[in-house]
Protein backbone atom coordinates (compact mmCIF):
# COMPACT_ATOMS: atom_id res chain seq x y z
CA UNK A 1 0.00 0.00 0.00
CA UNK A 2 2.57 2.32 0.69
CA UNK A 3 4.70 1.55 -2.05
CA UNK A 4 1.46 2.02 -4.30
CA UNK A 5 0.84 5.69 -2.88
CA UNK A 6 4.44 6.88 -3.00
CA UNK A 7 4.21 5.51 -7.19
CA UNK A 8 1.37 8.52 -7.19
CA UNK A 9 2.32 12.23 -8.42
CA UNK A 10 1.64 15.41 -5.41
CA UNK A 11 1.83 18.52 -6.77
CA UNK A 12 3.47 17.71 -10.05
CA UNK A 13 6.18 15.41 -8.27
CA UNK A 14 6.03 12.13 -9.81
CA UNK A 15 7.34 10.83 -5.57
CA UNK A 16 9.58 7.74 -6.37
CA UNK A 17 8.79 4.06 -4.43
CA UNK A 18 10.24 3.96 -1.39
CA UNK A 19 13.25 1.81 -1.95
CA UNK A 20 14.19 4.55 -4.91
CA UNK A 21 13.17 7.78 -2.34
CA UNK A 22 15.79 5.75 -0.20
CA UNK A 23 18.40 5.91 -2.92
CA UNK A 24 17.77 9.80 -3.24
CA UNK A 25 17.80 10.78 -0.17
CA UNK A 26 21.01 8.99 0.48
CA UNK A 27 22.09 10.52 -2.58
CA UNK A 28 21.46 14.08 -1.11
CA UNK A 29 23.40 13.38 1.97
CA UNK A 30 26.39 12.02 -0.31
CA UNK A 31 26.31 15.43 -2.50
CA UNK A 32 25.75 17.81 0.42
CA UNK A 33 29.02 16.75 2.10
CA UNK A 34 30.48 17.45 -1.37
CA UNK A 35 28.81 20.41 -1.64
CA UNK A 36 30.56 21.73 1.38
CA UNK A 37 34.10 22.06 0.81
CA UNK A 38 33.35 23.60 -2.97
CA UNK A 39 31.09 26.00 -1.23
CA UNK A 40 33.19 27.35 1.25
CA UNK A 41 36.52 27.10 -1.49
CA UNK A 42 34.53 29.33 -3.94
CA UNK A 43 33.47 31.84 -1.29
CA UNK A 44 37.22 32.34 -0.98
CA UNK A 45 37.65 32.22 -4.46
CA UNK A 46 35.28 35.48 -5.05
CA UNK A 47 36.65 37.27 -1.72
CA UNK A 48 33.16 36.54 0.75
CA UNK A 49 32.35 34.90 4.01
CA UNK A 50 32.42 31.17 3.59
CA UNK A 51 28.79 31.41 4.78
CA UNK A 52 27.97 33.38 1.60
CA UNK A 53 28.70 30.20 -0.58
CA UNK A 54 26.81 27.80 1.82
CA UNK A 55 24.15 30.00 1.80
CA UNK A 56 23.84 30.32 -1.72
CA UNK A 57 24.18 26.64 -2.90
CA UNK A 58 21.47 25.90 0.24
CA UNK A 59 18.80 28.37 -1.95
CA UNK A 60 20.07 28.02 -5.22
CA UNK A 61 20.22 24.29 -5.14
CA UNK A 62 16.45 24.20 -3.13
CA UNK A 63 14.97 26.45 -5.50
CA UNK A 64 16.01 24.72 -9.01
CA UNK A 65 15.69 21.46 -7.53
CA UNK A 66 11.65 22.64 -6.45
CA UNK A 67 11.16 24.16 -10.20
CA UNK A 68 14.04 23.12 -12.31
CA UNK A 69 13.82 21.54 -15.74
CA UNK A 70 16.34 18.81 -14.96
CA UNK A 71 15.16 16.73 -12.06
CA UNK A 72 17.76 15.37 -10.15
CA UNK A 73 20.32 18.09 -11.46
CA UNK A 74 22.65 19.60 -8.29
CA UNK A 75 22.73 23.44 -8.75
CA UNK A 76 25.15 25.71 -6.15
CA UNK A 77 28.13 28.51 -5.96
CA UNK A 78 30.42 27.44 -8.79
CA UNK A 79 33.77 28.38 -9.42
CA UNK A 80 33.04 29.68 -13.22
CA UNK A 81 30.96 32.70 -11.32
CA UNK A 82 33.48 32.95 -8.69
CA UNK A 83 36.36 33.50 -10.50
CA UNK A 84 33.96 36.61 -12.21
CA UNK A 85 33.00 38.17 -9.03
CA UNK A 86 36.63 38.61 -7.32
CA UNK A 87 37.25 42.11 -9.22
CA UNK A 88 33.56 43.33 -8.54
CA UNK A 89 33.61 42.39 -4.24
CA UNK A 90 37.22 44.00 -4.16
CA UNK A 91 36.48 47.30 -5.89
CA UNK A 92 33.11 47.48 -4.60
CA UNK A 93 32.09 45.35 -1.74
CA UNK A 94 29.88 42.70 -0.90
CA UNK A 95 26.75 44.47 -1.19
CA UNK A 96 27.22 45.12 -4.84
CA UNK A 97 27.88 41.27 -5.20
CA UNK A 98 24.10 40.82 -3.90
CA UNK A 99 22.84 43.18 -6.41
CA UNK A 100 24.75 42.00 -9.11
CA UNK A 101 23.03 38.31 -8.28
CA UNK A 102 19.68 39.78 -8.30
CA UNK A 103 20.16 41.01 -11.45
CA UNK A 104 21.83 38.28 -12.92
CA UNK A 105 18.69 36.36 -12.18
CA UNK A 106 16.43 38.28 -13.36
CA UNK A 107 18.32 38.31 -16.80
CA UNK A 108 18.08 34.62 -16.73
CA UNK A 109 14.52 35.06 -16.57
CA UNK A 110 13.70 37.24 -19.24
CA UNK A 111 16.10 34.15 -21.43
CA UNK A 112 13.71 31.47 -19.87
CA UNK A 113 10.67 33.56 -20.50
CA UNK A 114 11.84 34.74 -24.07
CA UNK A 115 12.73 30.85 -24.69
CA UNK A 116 15.91 31.30 -25.70
CA UNK A 117 17.66 27.77 -24.16
CA UNK A 118 16.29 26.63 -27.19
CA UNK A 119 19.64 28.06 -28.65
CA UNK A 120 21.62 25.57 -26.92
CA UNK A 121 20.84 22.89 -30.02
CA UNK A 122 23.44 25.02 -31.47
CA UNK A 123 25.96 23.63 -29.44
CA UNK A 124 27.25 20.62 -31.61
CA UNK A 125 28.30 17.43 -30.11
CA UNK A 126 32.25 18.52 -30.57
CA UNK A 127 32.10 21.13 -28.16
CA UNK A 128 30.26 19.13 -25.49
CA UNK A 129 32.51 17.02 -25.38
CA UNK A 130 35.14 19.31 -25.17
CA UNK A 131 33.28 20.91 -22.19
CA UNK A 132 32.70 17.60 -20.51
CA UNK A 133 36.47 16.87 -20.97
CA UNK A 134 37.62 20.64 -19.64
CA UNK A 135 35.56 20.32 -16.88
CA UNK A 136 36.92 17.56 -15.73
CA UNK A 137 40.13 18.64 -15.74
CA UNK A 138 39.71 21.76 -14.16
CA UNK A 139 37.67 19.72 -11.22
CA UNK A 140 41.24 17.54 -11.27
CA UNK A 141 43.24 20.74 -10.39
CA UNK A 142 40.95 21.97 -7.87
CA UNK A 143 41.23 19.06 -5.66
CA UNK A 144 45.27 19.27 -6.04
CA UNK A 145 45.05 22.25 -3.65
CA UNK A 146 44.55 19.88 -1.10
CA UNK A 147 47.82 17.92 -1.43
CA UNK A 148 49.75 21.42 -0.33
CA UNK A 149 50.69 23.16 3.10
CA UNK A 150 47.33 24.61 4.39
CA UNK A 151 48.13 28.39 3.93
CA UNK A 152 46.00 30.26 6.89
CA UNK A 153 46.64 33.75 5.04
CA UNK A 154 43.02 35.33 3.65
CA UNK A 155 44.76 36.67 0.90
CA UNK A 156 45.17 35.91 -2.63
CA UNK A 157 47.77 33.17 -1.85
CA UNK A 158 45.51 31.41 1.11
CA UNK A 159 42.50 31.56 -1.87
CA UNK A 160 44.40 29.67 -4.36
CA UNK A 161 45.64 26.89 -1.93
CA UNK A 162 42.22 26.43 -0.50
CA UNK A 163 40.72 26.47 -4.31
CA UNK A 164 43.54 24.28 -5.46
CA UNK A 165 45.13 26.33 -8.04
CA UNK A 166 48.53 26.57 -6.65
CA UNK A 167 49.84 29.04 -3.83
CA UNK A 168 50.92 26.62 -1.28
CA UNK A 169 54.01 24.21 -0.68
CA UNK A 170 53.26 20.61 -1.41
CA UNK A 171 53.23 17.93 0.72
CA UNK A 172 56.03 16.03 1.63
CA UNK A 173 56.68 12.46 3.60
CA UNK A 174 54.22 10.88 6.16
CA UNK A 175 51.74 13.64 5.41
CA UNK A 176 51.63 13.18 1.93
CA UNK A 177 51.38 9.32 2.29
CA UNK A 178 48.53 9.76 4.52
CA UNK A 179 46.87 12.23 2.19
CA UNK A 180 47.28 10.03 -1.06
CA UNK A 181 46.88 6.47 1.22
CA UNK A 182 43.26 8.14 2.31
CA UNK A 183 42.24 9.31 -1.36
CA UNK A 184 42.96 6.19 -2.88
CA UNK A 185 41.34 4.40 0.29
CA UNK A 186 37.86 5.97 -0.79
CA UNK A 187 38.17 5.64 -4.40
CA UNK A 188 38.26 1.96 -3.67
CA UNK A 189 35.32 1.71 -1.88
CA UNK A 190 33.61 3.81 -4.28
CA UNK A 191 34.52 1.26 -6.73
CA UNK A 192 34.37 -2.17 -5.55
CA UNK A 193 31.84 -1.88 -2.26
CA UNK A 194 28.60 -1.61 -4.40
CA UNK A 195 29.56 -4.61 -5.68
CA UNK A 196 31.21 -6.52 -3.31
CA UNK A 197 29.21 -5.32 0.30
CA UNK A 198 26.42 -3.77 -0.38
CA UNK A 199 24.00 -1.55 -2.40
CA UNK A 200 21.97 0.27 0.05
CA UNK A 201 24.06 2.80 0.69
CA UNK A 202 25.70 4.61 -2.47
CA UNK A 203 28.95 4.19 -3.16
CA UNK A 204 30.66 7.61 -2.87
CA UNK A 205 28.46 7.96 0.96
CA UNK A 206 30.19 4.41 1.91
CA UNK A 207 33.57 5.66 1.14
CA UNK A 208 33.01 9.46 2.88
CA UNK A 209 31.95 7.23 6.17
CA UNK A 210 34.46 4.55 5.90
CA UNK A 211 37.61 7.16 5.43
CA UNK A 212 35.77 9.75 8.39
CA UNK A 213 35.77 6.45 10.51
CA UNK A 214 39.25 5.15 10.12
CA UNK A 215 40.50 8.66 10.44
CA UNK A 216 38.56 9.42 13.84
CA UNK A 217 38.68 6.27 15.13
CA UNK A 218 42.89 6.38 15.15
CA UNK A 219 42.33 10.03 15.68
CA UNK A 220 44.92 10.37 12.36
CA UNK A 221 46.44 13.86 11.90
CA UNK A 222 45.32 15.00 8.57
CA UNK A 223 43.52 17.88 7.05
CA UNK A 224 39.59 18.23 7.50
CA UNK A 225 36.65 20.23 6.47
CA UNK A 226 37.28 22.60 9.43
CA UNK A 227 40.26 23.35 8.72
CA UNK A 228 38.94 25.08 5.52
CA UNK A 229 36.70 27.42 7.66
CA UNK A 230 33.75 27.06 10.79
CA UNK A 231 30.89 26.26 8.30
CA UNK A 232 28.69 26.96 11.92
CA UNK A 233 25.31 29.78 11.09
CA UNK A 234 22.05 30.16 11.39
CA UNK A 235 19.02 30.87 8.71
CA UNK A 236 19.87 32.99 6.15
CA UNK A 237 17.71 36.36 6.55
CA UNK A 238 15.97 38.51 3.92
CA UNK A 239 18.61 41.53 2.88
CA UNK A 240 18.02 44.05 0.79
CA UNK A 241 21.19 45.49 -1.29
CA UNK A 242 22.85 48.41 0.42
CA UNK A 243 23.20 50.58 -2.86
CA UNK A 244 22.40 53.25 -3.80
CA UNK A 245 19.41 53.05 -6.78
CA UNK A 246 20.81 55.15 -8.87
CA UNK A 247 22.25 54.91 -12.91
CA UNK A 248 25.57 54.88 -11.82
CA UNK A 249 25.51 51.37 -9.51
CA UNK A 250 23.53 49.64 -12.51
CA UNK A 251 26.71 50.71 -14.85
CA UNK A 252 28.85 49.08 -12.43
CA UNK A 253 26.34 46.03 -11.84
CA UNK A 254 25.03 45.68 -15.18
CA UNK A 255 28.24 44.39 -16.96
CA UNK A 256 29.18 41.92 -14.34
CA UNK A 257 25.28 40.63 -13.97
CA UNK A 258 25.49 39.62 -18.09
CA UNK A 259 28.39 37.69 -18.06
CA UNK A 260 27.25 35.86 -14.84
CA UNK A 261 23.87 35.17 -16.15
CA UNK A 262 25.78 33.97 -19.44
CA UNK A 263 28.34 31.69 -17.45
CA UNK A 264 25.29 30.29 -15.47
CA UNK A 265 23.55 29.41 -18.16
CA UNK A 266 25.47 27.75 -20.32
CA UNK A 267 27.17 25.70 -17.69
CA UNK A 268 23.28 25.09 -16.98
CA UNK A 269 22.25 24.22 -19.97
CA UNK A 270 25.01 21.89 -20.94
CA UNK A 271 24.64 19.97 -17.38
CA UNK A 272 21.09 19.60 -18.12
CA UNK A 273 21.50 18.12 -21.40
CA UNK A 274 24.64 15.82 -20.37
CA UNK A 275 22.19 14.58 -17.20
CA UNK A 276 19.42 14.24 -20.12
CA UNK A 277 21.89 11.73 -22.20
CA UNK A 278 23.18 9.97 -18.88
CA UNK A 279 19.51 9.18 -17.93
CA UNK A 280 18.21 8.93 -21.11
CA UNK A 281 15.72 11.26 -20.17
CA UNK A 282 14.83 14.70 -21.16
CA UNK A 283 14.78 18.54 -19.55
CA UNK A 284 13.30 22.02 -20.25
CA UNK A 285 15.83 24.25 -21.13
CA UNK A 286 13.27 27.31 -20.59
CA UNK A 287 11.93 25.95 -17.68
CA UNK A 288 15.67 25.67 -16.32
CA UNK A 289 16.59 28.75 -17.18
CA UNK A 290 13.86 30.33 -14.94
CA UNK A 291 14.40 28.34 -12.31
CA UNK A 292 17.94 29.42 -12.53
CA UNK A 293 17.19 32.87 -12.54
CA UNK A 294 14.35 32.33 -9.78
CA UNK A 295 16.97 31.34 -7.40
CA UNK A 296 19.59 33.68 -7.94
CA UNK A 297 16.95 36.56 -7.20
CA UNK A 298 16.13 34.65 -3.96
CA UNK A 299 20.13 34.17 -3.14
CA UNK A 300 20.88 37.89 -3.50
CA UNK A 301 18.43 38.83 -1.03
CA UNK A 302 19.10 36.33 1.43
CA UNK A 303 22.59 36.89 0.91
CA UNK A 304 23.83 34.63 -1.16
CA UNK A 305 26.57 34.88 -3.97
CA UNK A 306 24.88 33.64 -6.59
CA UNK A 307 25.17 29.82 -8.90
CA UNK A 308 23.95 27.68 -11.65
CA UNK A 309 24.45 23.59 -12.16
CA UNK A 310 27.71 21.98 -10.88
CA UNK A 311 28.32 19.23 -13.00
CA UNK A 312 30.60 17.52 -10.05
CA UNK A 313 27.84 17.35 -8.20
CA UNK A 314 25.25 16.51 -10.89
CA UNK A 315 27.52 13.38 -11.61
CA UNK A 316 27.89 12.36 -7.53
CA UNK A 317 23.72 12.17 -7.90
CA UNK A 318 23.75 10.15 -11.09
CA UNK A 319 26.39 8.05 -9.73
CA UNK A 320 24.52 7.40 -6.75
CA UNK A 321 21.60 6.67 -8.33
CA UNK A 322 19.32 10.07 -7.40
CA UNK A 323 16.76 10.27 -10.50
CA UNK A 324 14.24 12.36 -8.65
CA UNK A 325 13.66 15.94 -7.27
CA UNK A 326 14.07 14.30 -4.12
CA UNK A 327 17.61 13.71 -4.33
CA UNK A 328 18.37 17.45 -5.21
CA UNK A 329 16.23 18.69 -2.15
CA UNK A 330 17.70 16.72 0.43
CA UNK A 331 21.06 17.67 -0.76
CA UNK A 332 20.04 21.57 -0.40
CA UNK A 333 17.92 20.64 3.45
CA UNK A 334 21.13 18.53 4.21
CA UNK A 335 23.55 21.44 3.64
CA UNK A 336 20.90 24.01 5.87
CA UNK A 337 21.36 21.14 8.86
CA UNK A 338 25.10 20.93 8.53
CA UNK A 339 24.75 24.83 8.95
CA UNK A 340 22.67 24.84 11.98
CA UNK A 341 23.25 21.81 13.79
CA UNK A 342 25.91 19.25 12.66
CA UNK A 343 28.66 21.72 11.35
CA UNK A 344 30.99 20.41 14.48
CA UNK A 345 30.59 16.66 12.98
CA UNK A 346 31.01 17.84 9.16
CA UNK A 347 33.97 19.75 10.19
CA UNK A 348 36.00 16.85 11.21
CA UNK A 349 35.10 14.68 7.57
CA UNK A 350 38.75 14.35 6.29
CA UNK A 351 39.44 16.30 2.98
CA UNK A 352 41.08 13.07 1.87
CA UNK A 353 38.02 11.49 1.45
CA UNK A 354 36.14 13.99 -0.16
CA UNK A 355 39.20 14.67 -2.89
CA UNK A 356 38.29 11.13 -3.49
CA UNK A 357 35.04 11.35 -4.44
CA UNK A 358 35.87 14.40 -6.41
CA UNK A 359 38.41 12.10 -8.53
CA UNK A 360 35.75 9.45 -8.84
CA UNK A 361 33.71 11.83 -10.39
CA UNK A 362 36.73 13.55 -12.83
CA UNK A 363 37.04 9.54 -14.39
CA UNK A 364 33.22 9.73 -14.67
CA UNK A 365 32.73 12.56 -16.01
CA UNK A 366 35.81 12.76 -18.38
CA UNK A 367 34.68 11.34 -22.14
CA UNK A 368 37.50 8.54 -22.63
CA UNK A 369 35.51 7.81 -25.71
CA UNK A 370 36.73 11.13 -27.34
CA UNK A 371 40.63 9.82 -26.84
CA UNK A 372 39.23 6.77 -29.39
CA UNK A 373 37.07 8.97 -31.93
CA UNK A 374 39.88 11.38 -32.43
CA UNK A 375 41.25 9.76 -35.61
CA UNK A 376 37.71 8.87 -37.05
CA UNK A 377 36.37 11.87 -36.96
CA UNK A 378 36.69 14.99 -39.36
CA UNK A 379 40.15 17.33 -38.34
CA UNK A 380 37.76 19.83 -37.52
CA UNK A 381 35.71 17.93 -35.13
CA UNK A 382 38.90 17.01 -33.54
CA UNK A 383 40.21 20.44 -33.44
CA UNK A 384 37.16 21.88 -31.74
CA UNK A 385 37.50 18.93 -29.01
CA UNK A 386 41.01 19.70 -28.42
CA UNK A 387 40.34 23.52 -28.38
CA UNK A 388 37.70 23.40 -26.11
CA UNK A 389 38.82 21.50 -23.53
CA UNK A 390 41.98 23.65 -23.50
CA UNK A 391 40.41 27.14 -23.28
CA UNK A 392 37.51 25.40 -20.33
CA UNK A 393 40.51 25.14 -18.82
CA UNK A 394 42.89 28.14 -19.67
CA UNK A 395 40.24 30.78 -19.16
CA UNK A 396 36.28 29.75 -18.75
CA UNK A 397 33.57 27.52 -19.82
CA UNK A 398 31.34 30.18 -21.31
CA UNK A 399 34.36 31.73 -23.79
CA UNK A 400 35.26 27.84 -25.01
CA UNK A 401 31.35 27.46 -25.68
CA UNK A 402 31.23 29.92 -27.59
CA UNK A 403 35.06 29.92 -29.14
CA UNK A 404 34.07 25.92 -30.39
CA UNK A 405 30.43 26.83 -31.67
CA UNK A 406 32.14 29.63 -33.87
CA UNK A 407 34.32 27.40 -35.04
CA UNK A 408 32.17 24.66 -35.88
CA UNK A 409 29.03 27.03 -37.71
CA UNK A 410 32.11 28.41 -39.93
CA UNK A 411 33.46 24.54 -40.81
CA UNK A 412 30.22 23.99 -41.45
CA UNK A 413 29.05 27.24 -43.23
CA UNK A 414 32.10 26.43 -45.88
CA UNK A 415 31.02 22.80 -46.46
CA UNK A 416 27.60 23.90 -46.60
CA UNK A 417 29.11 26.46 -49.32
CA UNK A 418 31.00 23.53 -51.53
CA UNK A 419 27.84 21.91 -52.03
CA UNK A 420 25.96 24.05 -53.93
CA UNK A 421 25.72 22.51 -57.73
CA UNK A 422 23.02 22.18 -60.52
CA UNK A 423 22.20 19.51 -63.51
CA UNK A 424 21.12 20.90 -66.66
CA UNK A 425 18.43 19.49 -69.07
CA UNK A 426 16.14 20.39 -71.71
CA UNK A 427 12.33 21.14 -71.16
CA UNK A 428 10.48 17.93 -71.72
CA UNK A 429 7.66 19.63 -73.43
CA UNK A 430 10.19 21.84 -75.40
CA UNK A 431 13.98 21.45 -76.24
CA UNK A 432 14.94 24.61 -76.64
CA UNK A 433 14.66 25.60 -73.02
CA UNK A 434 17.41 25.09 -70.71
CA UNK A 435 16.40 23.79 -67.07
CA UNK A 436 18.90 24.76 -64.26
CA UNK A 437 18.16 21.89 -61.54
CA UNK A 438 19.98 23.14 -58.66
CA UNK A 439 20.94 21.15 -55.40
CA UNK A 440 22.66 22.49 -52.05
CA UNK A 441 21.22 25.38 -49.74
CA UNK A 442 21.47 29.15 -50.77
CA UNK A 443 23.00 31.33 -48.63
CA UNK A 444 25.80 33.98 -48.07
CA UNK A 445 28.72 31.00 -47.94
CA UNK A 446 27.08 29.48 -51.58
CA UNK A 447 26.67 32.73 -53.35
CA UNK A 448 30.07 32.56 -55.21
CA UNK A 449 29.32 28.68 -56.28
CA UNK A 450 25.41 29.83 -57.14
CA UNK A 451 26.74 32.24 -59.81
CA UNK A 452 29.49 29.90 -60.90
CA UNK A 453 26.79 27.79 -62.36
CA UNK A 454 25.11 30.05 -64.51
CA UNK A 455 26.29 31.17 -68.36
CA UNK A 456 23.43 34.41 -69.16
CA UNK A 457 25.69 35.08 -72.38
CA UNK A 458 25.88 31.46 -73.82
CA UNK A 459 22.40 29.93 -72.74
CA UNK A 460 19.40 29.82 -75.36
CA UNK A 461 16.51 32.22 -75.28
CA UNK A 462 14.60 30.68 -72.34
CA UNK A 463 15.79 29.18 -68.85
CA UNK A 464 14.29 28.01 -66.42
CA UNK A 465 16.28 27.65 -62.81
CA UNK A 466 14.63 24.79 -60.58
CA UNK A 467 14.55 25.15 -56.83
CA UNK A 468 12.68 22.18 -55.89
CA UNK A 469 16.10 20.21 -54.98
CA UNK A 470 17.58 23.69 -53.37
CA UNK A 471 16.84 26.11 -50.89
CA UNK A 472 17.21 29.58 -49.98
CA UNK A 473 18.23 29.90 -46.83
CA UNK A 474 18.98 34.02 -46.10
CA UNK A 475 18.81 37.41 -47.51
CA UNK A 476 22.02 36.89 -49.65
CA UNK A 477 20.49 34.00 -51.18
CA UNK A 478 17.57 36.52 -52.41
CA UNK A 479 20.13 39.03 -53.81
CA UNK A 480 21.72 36.26 -55.40
CA UNK A 481 18.58 35.10 -57.37
CA UNK A 482 17.58 38.92 -58.18
CA UNK A 483 21.04 39.76 -59.74
CA UNK A 484 21.07 36.74 -61.81
CA UNK A 485 17.89 37.52 -62.87
CA UNK A 486 19.04 41.21 -64.13
CA UNK A 487 21.57 39.45 -65.88
CA UNK A 488 19.26 37.65 -68.46
CA UNK A 489 17.38 40.81 -68.47
CA UNK A 490 20.08 42.66 -69.62
CA UNK A 491 20.82 39.67 -72.11
CA UNK A 492 17.23 39.54 -73.49
CA UNK A 493 16.94 35.94 -71.83
CA UNK A 494 13.29 34.92 -70.42
CA UNK A 495 13.82 33.38 -66.88
CA UNK A 496 11.43 31.48 -65.52
CA UNK A 497 11.81 30.71 -61.64
CA UNK A 498 10.10 27.32 -59.95
CA UNK A 499 9.33 25.75 -57.20
CA UNK A 500 10.45 28.53 -54.95
CA UNK A 501 8.78 28.37 -51.58
CA UNK A 502 6.09 31.53 -50.69
CA UNK A 503 8.43 33.45 -48.48
CA UNK A 504 10.68 34.11 -51.47
CA UNK A 505 7.91 34.89 -53.66
CA UNK A 506 7.07 37.50 -51.12
CA UNK A 507 10.14 38.85 -50.65
CA UNK A 508 11.73 38.72 -54.20
CA UNK A 509 11.03 42.25 -55.33
CA UNK A 510 12.64 42.66 -59.49
CA UNK A 511 12.81 38.82 -59.96
CA UNK A 512 9.47 38.23 -58.60
CA UNK A 513 6.96 38.02 -61.47
CA UNK A 514 9.79 35.45 -63.37
CA UNK A 515 8.13 32.96 -60.94
CA UNK A 516 6.38 30.03 -62.00
CA UNK A 517 3.41 28.67 -59.48
CA UNK A 518 3.32 24.99 -59.02
CA UNK A 519 1.40 23.26 -56.85
CA UNK A 520 4.60 21.28 -55.86
CA UNK A 521 6.08 24.80 -54.79
CA UNK A 522 7.60 24.03 -50.70
CA UNK A 523 6.55 25.95 -47.80
CA UNK A 524 9.53 26.22 -45.72
CA UNK A 525 10.20 30.03 -44.88
CA UNK A 526 13.24 32.66 -45.32
CA UNK A 527 15.12 32.59 -41.74
CA UNK A 528 13.28 30.03 -40.27
CA UNK A 529 12.72 29.36 -36.45
CA UNK A 530 11.25 26.59 -34.64
CA UNK A 531 8.90 28.00 -32.06
CA UNK A 532 8.89 25.63 -28.92
CA UNK A 533 5.37 27.14 -27.89
CA UNK A 534 3.61 26.39 -30.69
CA UNK A 535 5.46 23.07 -31.96
CA UNK A 536 5.56 24.30 -35.56
CA UNK A 537 7.32 26.05 -37.96
CA UNK A 538 7.35 30.02 -38.51
CA UNK A 539 9.55 32.23 -40.70
CA UNK A 540 11.29 35.71 -39.87
CA UNK A 541 11.00 38.45 -42.45
Request: aromatic share 8%.
Amino acid sequence: MFDRLLGQSIDGFAVPSSAQLRIDILSGLTVALALVPEAVAFAFVAGVHPLVGLYAAFIVGLITALIGGRPGMISGATGALAVVMVSLVAQHGVEYLFATVVLMGLIQIIVGAMHWGKFMRLVPHPVMLGFVNGLAIVIFLAQLGQFQIANDAPGAEGIAAAHGIGGGEWLTGMPLVMMLGLTLLTMAVIQFAPRAITRIIPGPLLGILVVSAIVIGFNLDVRTVGDLASIEGGLPTFHIPMVPLTWETLTIIAPYAGILAAIGLIESLLTLNLVAEMTDTRGGASRECIAQGTANVVTGFFGGMGGCAMIGQSMINVKSGGRTRWAAISAALFLLAFILFASGLIEQIPLAALVGVMFMVVIGTFAWRSIQIMTRVPRSDALVILLVTIVTVMTDLATAVVIGVIISALVYAWNASTRMRATTVNEPSDPEVKVYRLFGPLFFGSVDSFNQLFDPKSDPETVVIDFMDSRVVDHSGLQAIEALAEKYRQNGTVLKLRHLSQDCKQLLTRAGQLIEPDKDDPSYGVAVDYDLRLGRLGSGH
